[in-house]
């Protein structure tokens, strides 16, 4: 079972651009601790939409300790189902269901005093702006922000940004590329954003063509994968639609099924029994152990893990990068184990 949903208070909302909202949530004191968040985290809401219940998960553009309360943007999209309903339906003063913070799209703990490079695409920029803020008030860290937009009106926080440069002219520089007047940003666009910044961290959200650019640039300028991460939102695939695009996973065969596995959680090594079809999260929930996790469907990227020994098979993927499975990193809600080697995965591990 994913965390629990609260439900939580509509407390303002603010219009940001002509397709875009800013919803700000009142979390009561009894629930202060679980909505602690880290800076580029998301919410997962729960909402009705025409006799069902969907979830998706929107990113946090407040930052812990500089914005009073937790604050998630929403831009519209075409058919968008959730984006809409939010953007037409809500209301101040509504309640929603909305589960506590989860994600990795954070800054690491260890990276002295490198510089931070941030790309948005649209509203993409929403938990580096996250980043950008609480880089700027709680680090000494330079700070990068390159975000690029289809036009001008479209610009999400345009005025927040200029405060933030016009408070820290010396530490923070941000470009904004408009599609508009010079096309879509191109590989060499990226290449030359960020000479002179190859040692800093780098944060990547927007859409896939924007950030398969950024990630083809990144690879061009020998950018070491443990340097960059990218937040992609995929949506779930609602219960009406489900049939459509189901994932064949491979049958295990009894030779596939390990010894119980060991899992680090919490600085807690556990021995935990694994049956024959479960996944490792809900082997590890079964034990009565709480990882993280929220979609159970592949997409948030919150139940992420390193796995250390073993092999496993995932029926989706879709929240990781290509060089996070080369790293080692898994979806337990995904993972069978796909051998008999024995399996060590560690949800504590540093992304
Ligand atoms: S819980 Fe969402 S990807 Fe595993």
Redesign the pocket.
């Known amino acids: 079972m994913?965390s629990d949903f609260h439900k939580l208070q509509i407390a303002g909302i603010i219009q940001e651009t002509h397709d875009t909202r800013s919803y700000i949530l009142a979390v009561p004191e009894s629930l202060r601790k679980e909505f602690r968040y880290r800076a580029g985290q998301f919410l997962t809401f729960e909402v009705p939409w025409e006799g069902m219940q969907l979830r998706r998960c929107y990113s946090l553009s407040s930052a812990p300790g500089i914005d009073p309360w937790p604050k998630v943007t929403v831009k519209r999209v075409d058919d968008g189902r959730v984006s809409n309903w939010f953007n037409d339906s809500v209301r101040v003063g509504d309640s929603i269901l909305v589960q506590p913070p989860e994600g990795r799209f954070s800054m690491r703990s260890n990276e002295g005093d490198h510089g931070i490079v941030l790309f948005g695409g649209g509203s993409g920029v929403t938990p580096v702006l996250s980043i950008l803020k609480s880089a700027l008030r709680t680090t000494e860290r330079d700070v990068k922000l390159i975000y690029a937009n289809r036009d001008e009106r479209s610009i999400i926080f345009k005025d927040e940004i200029d405060l933030w440069l016009a408070e820290f002219p010396k530490r923070l520089e941000a470009i904004h590329h408009l599609d508009s007047d010079s096309g879509f940003m191109s590989v060499a666009d990226v290449q030359e954003h960020i000479r002179g910044w190859e040692d800093a961290e780098f944060f990547v959200c927007g859409p896939t063509g924007y950030m398969d650019t950024v990630e083809e640039a990144f690879k061009a300028s020998d950018i070491d994968a443990v340097q960059t991460k990218f937040e992609r939102f995929i949506s779930p695939i609602d219960a009406d639609r489900k049939d459509e695009s189901a994932v064949v996973v491979p049958e295990q065969s009894d030779d596939e099924i390990p010894e119980p596995f060991k899992m680090l959680l919490e600085s807690q090594s556990h021995d935990v029994p694994y049956e024959k079809g479960l996944t490792l999260?809900a082997s590890a929930i079964k034990a009565g152990h709480k990882p993280?996790?929220?979609?159970?469907?592949?997409?948030?990227?919150?139940?992420?893990a390193l796995l250390k020994s073993g092999k496993v098979n995932m029926a989706n993927h879709d929240?990781l990068e290509p060089s996070d499975i080369e790293r080692g990193w898994v979806?337990?809600?995904?993972a069978r184990p796909s051998s008999q080697e024995p399996i060590e995965i560690d949800f504590d591990a540093e992304y």
């Open positions: 994913p999260l993280p996790s929220s979609c159970e469907d592949g997409y948030c990227g919150c139940c992420m929240a979806l337990p809600c995904q």
